[in-house]
């Protein structure tokens, strides 16, 4: 049994909610593999359980798996924002969905995610202590850089597929291209701080501080 397996056997399991959303997917859905795995959602779960995040943004629903992974975490009076494209997805996600507690405080938009960023407003909907990007992969240095003026100083980002299959040495494209200068932003950049967890497909968490026109410092008791 190597690391990874272990830690897999080793973590908590996925709740049944968790465990009947995955099927409903893989049965209801032609693109299963893109739902977060167990020990990925588990580890979204304690991230937005340690931060414990007042507004929360999620690009890239699909099923809503990750959503209700986040949405533990979340303050009671806060709002967990989803950006999802396809609405054939809206039955699934709501079926499930409204058997979690909270699930009150989802705020689904069916758009695209850098039309959700570039609308943003920061006097209704403040500043996002916690974003979890999954969209699509070729946009997502656009999504960074639409993201940063939103962020709260001292929220977090967490970017998905940052590994990309172990292939970014050598895949040719839009997506591994747009990764590649993703990854290489996230190092240089001096005001994030980031440390790339190596679960699922590779998760970047991205610590956001001293920011310009950071209107709100976003401090958390652990």
């Known amino acids: 049994m190597n690391l990874l397996e272990f830690a897999r056997a080793s973590s908590t399991p996925e709740s049944p909610l968790l465990a009947a959303l995955r099927k409903a997917t893989w049965q209801q859905t032609r693109h299963g593999r893109l739902m977060s795995d167990p020990h990925t959602g588990q580890v979204l779960t304690m991230i937005s359980q340690l931060l414990q995040p007042q507004i929360a943004l999620e690009l890239g629903t699909f099923s809503g798996y990750g959503t209700l992974c986040l949405l533990k975490g979340l303050q009671s009076d806060g709002v967990l924002h989803t950006v999802e494209r396809n609405d054939e997805l809206f039955c699934l996600q709501d079926k499930h969905w409204a058997q979690a507690k909270g699930h009150n405080r989802i705020q689904r938009h069916h758009a695209l995610a850098m039309d959700v960023l570039v609308q943003w407003d920061m006097s209704k909907n403040g500043a996002i202590d916690l974003a979890y ?28 597929n940052t590994w990309w299959n172990g292939t970014l040495s050598d895949a040719t494209g839009a997506k591994p291209d747009a990764l590649r200068e993703l990854n290489a932003r996230l190092l240089s950049d001096s005001t994030l701080t980031t440390t790339v967890l190596p679960i699922g497909d590779g998760l970047s968490a991205v610590r956001v501080s001293h920011h310009e026109g950071r209107a709100k410092q976003r401090q958390v008791q652990v």
Do not use: E, R, T
Not at 133 to 160: E, H, T, Y
């Open 133 to 160: 990007v999954d969209a699509d992969k070729q946009g997502i240095v656009d999504q960074l850089n639409a993201l940063l003026p939103l962020m709260s100083n001292g929220g977090w980002m967490l970017f998905d």
